[in-house]
């Protein structure tokens, strides 16, 4: 067994078990991944993957606990080689993994600040949805995620919950809704609307609503880019249901925004790192930029916590 199959595996569920596009994302051949992973098979005397003809559909449930496995080794593997860096070569970096609408809006200051105190960290954003920043921060890919909380719970990460996200609806000016003394989901559902993917809270938060009211809305366009979609409100395809800190009078001078916090859950924003982690001295500096009540002892009481829950589970 060696870190080599470990990280095939790894690759191989990241693609959703297409062997030729892990090959490709990994820079290798498609045979030596087969012959790898039927190696680490043979080793270990279970089979790892389900296999129809030349396909592969998925992981056995052995596969499953070796998967997890995999993930925690290669991402302690990483941490290793970063303490490595930091204490021979003196390199220091933050890959913080987040979304558009966090890193565009929420993390803009915050990252100014932080480079200024820190000029020697290498700082990487690393942009995906809830799920995807999730699994980056558990394998040890992300030093620590900024988005709401994942779909699913990861037992080895730590959610630190913070600030909140309202909703409000963006409409080029002079639009009609503007002369609503009080929004309802009615008076919206009878326009062309605009929204956040549903992989985003923001995008499920939005169909939920008109679901529990049994309105059915008209969304003519989803996008994961808050930008992108107020271009094509400027442009008059609709109106955009987003979070309220996507709206910035300055620049958008062309657009107007109603409050809707009363019509859509808020967004609580989750800052999450590994429980495992080796957490340095400019992780606790950013991670208390975004949330001062998260110093380095609230953070280092809420791991302890995790763990323990962990470890009796």
Known sequence: MNLTQLRYLRGIAEQGFNISRAAAALHTSQPGISKQIQLLERELGVDILVRRGNRVVGVTEPGQAILNVARRMLGDAEILRRIGEEFTQRKKRLVVATTHIYARYVLRSVIKDFMRLHPDVQLTLRQGNPAQIAQ????????????SEPPDPIRSIVLLPCSSLQRSVITRTGHPLLKEKRLT???????????????????????????????????????IDADVIKTYVELGLGVAIL??????????????????????????????????????????????????????????RAVKIRSAEAAAS
């Open 136 to 147: 980056w921060v558990a394998a040890g890919d992300a030093d620590a995620g900024v988005s």
């Open 185 to 223: 989901l009615a008076r919206l559902a009878a326009h062309p609307l605009l929204t956040l993917d549903q992989s985003f809270p923001g995008g499920a938060a939005v169909l939920r609503a008109f679901g529990k009211a049994g309105i059915e809305p008209n969304i003519v366009l989803s996008a």
């Open 243 to 300: 979070p309220s800190i996507a709206y910035e009078p300055g620049r958008d001078r062309r657009l107007a925004a109603i409050d809707a916090s009363h019509l859509f859950e808020p967004t609580i924003t989750h800052i999450a790192i590994r429980r495992d982690s080796y957490l340095r001295d400019y992780l606790y500096d950013f991670i208390s930029m975004i949330a001062p009540e998260w110093d380095s002892g609230a953070i280092d």
